[in-house]
């Protein structure tokens, strides 16, 4: 079987630790499997590199172009040293860059999109023999340019590959053991999950957990690659993440996300006439700026109320952009705050259970947390509350959805479908 | 006009260096000149590269490959950096990398040589107003694996764009102020050299004067590319490296050059009959020991004294070889010693004027040096000497040759003319 694995920058850390990669890859090899490499730059080496260019510049934003050639570096140095590894504990291996494999993208720099993948190189490699060690995080646009996918990319670099290349899997190797209902951090009763869907995966990497980059996720849910992951570090099959399928739709609640990167903006007795919304939030796309949850409230006398979040360190700029923009409206009022949070649950099975959302509600009220904004999709439901009660709402909704239980989560599952 | 200008590591050593440097390309620009600026490693850089790649394979030789591809990001970084400094500065600046220069070089890892460069794109960025930081040091062979050029290879990258893009000067900014009559570290008297012709500094190069890379030297004969050595910290106009004229020619020798890097085998009472000393060199040459002087004595009884030298590291390699390749001869007697070096004289006058090696002799010969070896050429005598009188033979052949002199070295020369 053709096998993509990645190893993430805490992986290849140090000599040491690219050695022990090297052993796990010769590993895979010895089991008969064709095997692609993809690894990140040795950790703490890109905020190095970043580190030298925002040196060089000063405090404005230095050329992306310029830092996407100084920060791939870093992918580089790696995949030379695991292929010398990889030759050093006696097996065949082959480096190659972003531009030798023509992963090719957009051109925006600093967060590139994959375009497409020429898997002939790869491929001549494999049949030599040799373990294909790529290069993560990089490519290069139609003009040549070296381009970086944006933090995690190297995530999105793998299944990419493994999606091009047809691969029968896809193995994220990092410091966790796999993905968690929540964050072990704030809730010893996290637990690791066996499977979880695509969808589910593409929600929690979406609302806050940081196990996967969200477009390796969408690539891997497109292409249906089935993506494990799991520590470089144990020996624990880890998380499978792949196609919803009948059991994970008995479980109402897969995993509960949180993210206290938002900022509240309230804009009061908005005129309720068409168009007022695109007024207000057409500036800030045009800034930059990533608007969240969107929520307006029944209209009262030709009025409304028109609240939304925003990443925590925008909250400055777009309320200047925004209190521009509401001025030829009359509005005066623009309440901002900037010390909430989201809190969110998500499963497939929301889909075919009533009764999700007021269990949350409830849960919540229970523990006196006030409810600021809501939000549902069809697998997911988030709440804005106060940053203050974020721990004690994760812990009181895990419990709440019988994630705390011991046994497996689709043991649990049957036990309530 | 349009020039190359190329600066060492020492020069981009840091990120005040390299603002420094950013500076010296604008003052180039702001003086009506099109620039292309050729980068090394930041200093050290490059020896931290190729310590993690030791880490990784330990004692034995790393894959050439895989190490060219870790190393050749010490340059990626630098023009990087550099690019943005220029903008920080308020320039325009795009940085360049081999394989998007198209410097495609021959497929020997770690000491390719360039085959072609592709001046485009060059061109393109020059037409946009832009400064093309191009890295040196790296190319791409011609199925784009990165290759690197050995030590120096950035001088050689600067002369050979010089020369692509028929540049009207090429200045290499290093950390001495020009070449020197040489080296002042052993001798105070030394003086840097207003002018030297490609000749002479070609054998100054190849006779262990550490300026520019040999290569580059080539590179600019061949071309003829006027060639700048200039330190990045002052404003001394440097040294013209360049054709020979007349008043070159007048002056006996323009520099005295030494190595310790060698090494001597002495091969006694060697049949002379015809191919023998190919029987001994080839399997040498093809071990990659790269033989520099060779001796072989007047015959006296079928028999004859074949001594050459070696670097000092391959000693006890070449020693091995030759023992066995000089068996079947039935020659029983190599000699070793590694405690010699190498001290010669460079001038292109030595054309036109007799009498030049009998001085050097006397000279050595009057402060008690045995001579052990002789080599000649047209512009060139070179003795091996025991290592221990290396200063003193300097100092003594500086002083003889009249390059202690303080004034300029035409004025010299016209003196004795």
């Known amino acids: ?152 990319g190297s995530d999105t670099t793998a299944v990419a590959l493994a999606a091009a290349l047809g691969a029968g899997a896809c193995e994220i190797y990092t410091d966790v053991d796999g993905v968690y209902t929540t964050d072990p951090a704030i809730c010893p009763a996290a637990r690791k999950l066996d499977r979880v869907s695509y969808e589910e995966m593409l929600e929690l990497s979406s609302l806050g957990a940081k196990v996967l980059q969200i477009r390796s996720v969408e690539f891997a849910m497109k292409y249906r690659v089935p993506l494990w992951v799991r520590s470089s570090f144990g020996r624990d099959p880890g998380t499978l993440v792949c196609e919803e399928d009948e059991a994970m739709e008995d479980v109402l609640v897969s995993g509960i996300a949180h993210d206290r990167n938002e900022a509240k903006i309230a804009i009061r007795r908005v005129p309720d006439v068409p168009g007022v ?55 005066r009022k623009v309440d901002t705050d900037d010390e909430v949070a989201k809190v969110s649950i998500v499963g497939v099975g929301m889909r075919n259970h009533s009764g999700v959302a007021s269990k949350m509600f409830q849960t919540l009220a229970a523990e006196g947390i006030n409810v600021l904004m809501i939000s549902t999709s069809e697998i997911k439901i988030s709440c804005v509350i106060h940053e203050k009660y974020v721990e004690l709402a994760v812990r009181a909704l895990h419990a709440a959805f019988g994630l705390d239980a011991p046994a497996p989560v689709l043991a649990v599952a049957a036990g309530r479908g």
Do not use: W
């Open 1 to 152: 079987m053709l096998i993509v694995q990645k190893y993430g920058g805490t992986s290849v850390g140090d000599v040491d630790r690219i050695r022990s990669v090297a052993r796990r890859c010769l590993e895979a090899r010895a089991a008969g499997h064709d095997l692609v490499v993809v690894v990140s730059a040795m950790a703490g080496e890109t905020n190095r590199l970043l580190g030298l260019t925002r040196q060089v510049f000063g405090a404005s934003a230095p050329s992306e172009r310029e830092q996407d050639v100084v920060v791939a570096t870093g992918e580089q140095v790696s995949v030379g040293l695991l292929a010398l590894a990889i030759q050093a504990a006696g097996g065949k291996a082959v480096s190659l860059l972003g531009h030798q494999v023509k992963i090719v993208t957009d051109g925006t720099f600093s967060r590139a999109r994959i375009k497409s993948i020429d898997g002939g190189r790869i491929f001549a490699a494999l049949g030599r023999g040799e373990i294909a060690v790529v290069a993560g995080f990089q490519g290069t646009d139609e003009h040549g340019n070296v381009t970086t996918l944006g933090r995690g």
């Open 277 to 331: 919304a695109a007024k207000i939030l057409t500036p800030l796309a045009e800034a930059d700026v990533v608007v969240d949850m969107i929520v307006q409230n029944v209209s009262q006398d030709g009025h409304t109320d028109l609240t939304f979040t925003v990443g925590r360190s925008d909250l400055e700029k777009a309320t200047a952009i925004v209190k521009e923009a509401v001025e030829p409206l009359g509005v």
